[in-house]
């Protein structure tokens, strides 16, 4: 089974600044990663797959990058509406899909 | 707007039962293979079960297995939970998500709000 690692636990930006956040899976996914955004009392929404392109709708200011096993969502210039938990989660090796424990991105 | 609603979670009591539904709309769902995903509160997301379109082939994470039946029915399009001998570890907030091909892979692209499910004496 893959481990898939997040980190920062808790990330503290300020608006405006850049958010860099950390995804390791245990073993080579290739580049079949995804980014999730979740937000209290909302459905988790799909930001990134494959680990680079973006969802329907998703702002510009997130990009993914990474394969193997070493994985970055990247969000230029935090907007209020990003303060949320973010999730990654390889799609490669099944059973099961495994999800990381997530990075908080609060407000510094 | 293609949208899932989750239901039937609340306060149960250890060694009960209960069914979660999930209602699809805005899409074709019988053309989906559909998940349960759950979050204990504090931990990330793990996965629960999944189900073919055609409401074969259901399976399941090890920890659920046996005490957890996946189903659906595509003339409703729900997707169904029901989870027996519950225990206090079943606390969790589920979720129904879509799975979906996306760049040749399959990916969970739509999710559900989600219904806590508590389980309490």
């Known amino acids: 089974e893959v481990v898939v690692t997040q980190f920062p636990a808790t990330l503290a930006v300020s608006p405006g600044e850049r958010a860099t956040l950390s995804c390791r899976a245990s073993?080579?996914?290739?580049?079949?990663l995804a980014w999730y955004q979740r937000k209290p009392g909302q459905a988790p929404r799909l930001l990134i797959y494959?680990?680079?392109t973006r969802a329907t709708g998703i702002p510009d200011r997130f990009s993914g990058s990474g394969s193997g096993t070493e994985f970055t969502l990247t969000i230029n210039s935090v907007q209020s509406e990003d303060f949320a938990v973010y999730y990654c989660q390889q799609f490669d090796i099944w059973p099961p899909w495994a999800f990381g424990h997530g990075t908080k991105v609060e407000v510094k | 707007e293609v949208q899932l609603v989750e239901s039937g979670g609340g306060l149960f009591q250890p060694g009960g039962s209960l069914r979660l539904s999930c209602e699809a709309s805005g899409f074709t769902f019988s053309n989906f293979w559909m998940h349960w995903v759950r979050q204990v509160a504090g931990k990330g997301p793990e996965w629960v079960a999944r189900i073919h379109r055609d409401g074969s082939n259901p399976q399941y994470a090890e920890y659920v297995r046996g005490r957890f039946t996946v189903s659906r029915d595509n003339g409703k399009n729900t997707l169904y939970l029901q989870m027996y001998s519950l225990t206090v570890e079943d606390t969790a907030v589920f979720y129904c998500?879509?799975?979906?091909?996306?760049?040749?892979?399959?990916?969970?692209?739509?999710w559900g709000r989600g219904t806590q499910v508590t389980v309490s004496s």
């Open positions: 073993q080579d996914v290739g580049s079949r």
């Open positions: 494959n680990a680079y």
């Open positions: 998500v879509r799975e979906a091909e996306l760049a040749r892979a399959w990916y969970f692209d739509v």
